[in-house]
């Protein structure tokens, strides 16, 4: 039988998320994506692409701002496909702020994407595969943004709620690796993704040794990588696929 893997954070075709699905797809895996605002035809699209790849795959419209997103997410998802074994949260929120625009209905927002919504993700998530699945392995990743790293000016809702989910990964792992669960974060550096324009890679290419910006695919192989057999002895780390980008 197929693993179900959940992916959060599929809006957009350049997405990391995106790529993950069609990664994880490639492995065999059945794939249960959630989206924001993305329209009919995106969703529909994705959808279609990965289940000519001979597994399932649906998407959700999910609100992740929402308090009963995570619940409404895993409830769907056993009763479309099953228990699932994989869960990658890629969705995030963020929007510049200084110290002096910093106010309650900011920080909210990235409390409740970044943070919330993952959290709780991640305890239903084990809370349904220890019940379900006891004999198997499964997997948790969460994405970071590289906040331990070093300092992130002007964003300090979305470094804070971020920089919450490493020390969040590191305990959960611990928590339950005795359930056959191995928790990563990734970090996968600037991508060239959904919000980057000329002006931005422009900046940014010099500081790319390697000699190019990342691409949502770098980070969705490692984390192929974490969930399948041979990452497995992986847990509780924050890995850091960016191609050794020089901080300035």
């Known amino acids: 039988m197929a693993k179900i893997a959940i992916i959060t954070g599929v809006s957009y075709p350049r ?20 989206y924001w605002r993305a329209g009919e035809t995106w969703p529909n699209q994705l959808t279609n692409e990965i289940s000519e790849m001979g597994v399932r795959c649906k998407g959700l419209e999910a609100d992740l701002e929402q308090p009963e997103a ?22 995030a929120f963020s929007e510049n702020g200084t110290y002096e625009e910093l106010d309650v209905i900011q920080l909210d927002r990235h409390y409740a994407v970044n943070m919330r919504s993952v959290f709780l993700l991640c305890s239903g998530f084990a809370k349904l595969f220890k019940e379900h699945r006891p004999a198997d392995k499964g ?17 300090l809702a979305y470094i804070a709620t971020k920089g919450a989910i490493t020390a969040f990964t590191q305990s959960l792992a611990a928590d339950l690796a005795q359930f056959g669960i191995n928790v990563n974060a990734v970090n996968p550096g600037p991508t060239d993704s959904t919000w980057m324009t000329d002006d931005i890679r422009h900046h940014l290419l010099p500081q790319f040794p390697m000699g190019r910006i990342g691409e949502p695919d770098d980070a969705a192989r490692l984390i192929s990588f974490l969930v399948g057999e041979d990452g497995y002895w992986v847990t509780g780390q924050e890995l850091h696929s960016e191609g050794g980008f020089l901080r300035r």
């Not at 997405?15 to 959630?34: K, P, Y």
């Not at 970071?144 to 964003?155: F, L, N, V």
């Open 70 to 91: 995570a619940e409404a997410i895993l409830h769907k998802v056993q009763k479309q496909f099953g228990v699932p074994a994989i869960l990658v949260n890629c969705a």
């Open 15 to 34: 997405s990391i998320g995106t790529a993950v699905c069609r990664r994880l797809a490639e492995q065999g895996m059945d794939i249960f994506f959630t």
């Open 139 to 155: 997997s948790i990743v969460n994405l970071t943004s590289g906040q331990s790293q070093g300092p992130m000016p002007d964003e």
